[in-house]
């Protein structure tokens, strides 16, 4: 290859993603365009429009964190370690005390206890420390042209307009994280526009400095989402010895009365209340972690953000904001999180011994689960069914 042929081949490959990305912007703003119309249509006024999308353009940080998939999931412990800190406990007891007047209005007024209102404000954006820096409006709209979620964020990008047109907040105040979440509470503008109360009656629905309207929001919102006001959210368990595991599955519900027949007590040996209530059985980590039984509150909490491990979390915070006791467990040492490939290792190696795990995908459905707990019947293990780092080992070092 010639000095010239070579040159010319660096230089096109240096320029090609720079044009890419102005072909891609191009796109973008000509996208961008016909939403504007459309919003005019819907009844946003040209004034909002103009100054709602002034400057924006196509943001590649927010597609990359869009895209971002973790190599790790993080462990139960892992998780809960990192969002019930001693520093978060402590502030919470502060806060709570500080807007106990505030918080007991909202609870008359929605039924949901002030330690939930701060346990949510805390793991949202640890008490309105961090609510986000990106623009809303362009990251929505980057989302929104995005293909892969387009009709979704088209929606979330309208509402958005709609609370800047209704006055609530300025553009420049109107920040949030990538994927559109704002306000100390971190509503999706869809939300906002539904939930969102003027709690300090100034005309406005300030999610960023009015903590009024965040706590009211934030109960409104609860409250809509099915809040039972004489429930709490679950209680740690222990388990009696022999326990099937296979019960803990986080789907069955059973009277606490049946629980306590199959032995369960509470996590400090007292028995369990005689309430006619309905509890499911939680295990989130292995058989040496905690047990939890969790009622419908528990539910409502994973309506707001669908995870068991942030519903043990916020639940867990609320109790220690009004001093009620830690966790009686404690990560062990060999708790270590798996990556993909460790998952199929594990399913690769029950199928191999001819457990049926089912095909080696890397995700840990329940026919992966029953493999897993078949052959810990077969070598007298805990049968807790829960892929780790521990069991990997197990399964990759058998004693002969």
């Known amino acids: 290859m010639t000095f010239r042929l070579r040159l010319t081949s660096w230089l096109f490959a240096l320029l090609t993603p720079l044009s890419l990305h102005a072909a891609t912007e191009v796109e973008f703003q000509s996208w961008l365009s016909e939403f504007k119309q459309q919003a005019v249509k819907q009844g946003i006024s040209q004034t909002t429009v103009q100054s709602a999308f002034k400057n924006v353009s196509l ?33 919470g007891k502060y806060l709570y005390q500080k807007h106990r007047k505030l918080l007991d209005q909202v609870t008359q007024k929605y039924g949901v206890p002030g330690r939930y209102l701060v346990a949510f404000w805390g793991m949202e954006t640890n008490f309105g420390g961090y609510t986000g820096n990106l623009p809303i409006i362009e990251s929505l709209a980057t989302l929104a042209f995005d293909p892969r979620r387009s009709e979704f964020f088209s929606k979330e ?28 509470c971190q509503f999706m503008p869809s ?6 109360v003027d709690g300090d009656n100034d005309g406005k629905k300030d999610l960023w400095g009015s903590l009024p309207d965040v706590f009211f929001s934030a109960g409104h919102f609860l409250s809509n989402l099915g809040w039972q006001k004489q429930e709490n959210w679950g209680r740690e368990v222990t388990l009696p010895d022999g326990f099937d595991f296979s019960i803990a599955d986080g789907k069955t519900a059973r009277l606490l009365d049946e629980w306590r027949k199959m032995g369960l007590k509470l996590a400090d040996g007292r028995p369990l209340p005689r309430e006619d209530m309905q509890a499911k059985l939680i295990l989130p980590s292995d058989y040496r972690g905690p047990a939890f039984l969790v009622f419908t509150n528990f539910s409502v909490i994973k309506r ?18 009004v001093g009620r006791p830690a966790l009686s467990k404690q990560a062990p040492e060999d708790d270590a999180a798996l990556n993909k490939e ?59």
């Open 304 to 321: 707001w953000n669908n995870s068991n491990n942030y519903a043990l979390a916020v639940g867990h915070l609320a109790d220690r904001i």
């Open 191 to 196: 939300n906002y526009m539904r939930y969102a």
């Open 342 to 400: 460790q998952m199929k290792t594990i399913q690769q190696r029950l199928n191999a011994l001819g457990y049926e795990a089912g095909k080696a995908d890397g995700i840990a459905g329940s026919r992966t689960r029953n493999a897993l707990r078949a052959f810990q019947k077969d070598r007298n293990l805990p049968a807790d069914g829960f892929p780790s780092a521990r069991i990997l080992n197990v399964l990759q070092n058998p004693i002969k």
């Open 59 to 91: 943001n590649e940080k927010v597609l990359e964190l869009d895209r971002r998939q973790p190599e790790f999931t993080r462990t139960f412990w892992q998780y809960f370690d990192k969002a019930v800190t001693d520093w978060r406990i402590v502030k």
């Open 157 to 184: 990008l309208m509402e958005a307009l709609k609370i800047l047109d209704q006055g609530h907040v300025q553009v420049s105040q109107m920040k949030g994280s990538w994927a559109g979440a704002m306000g100390q």
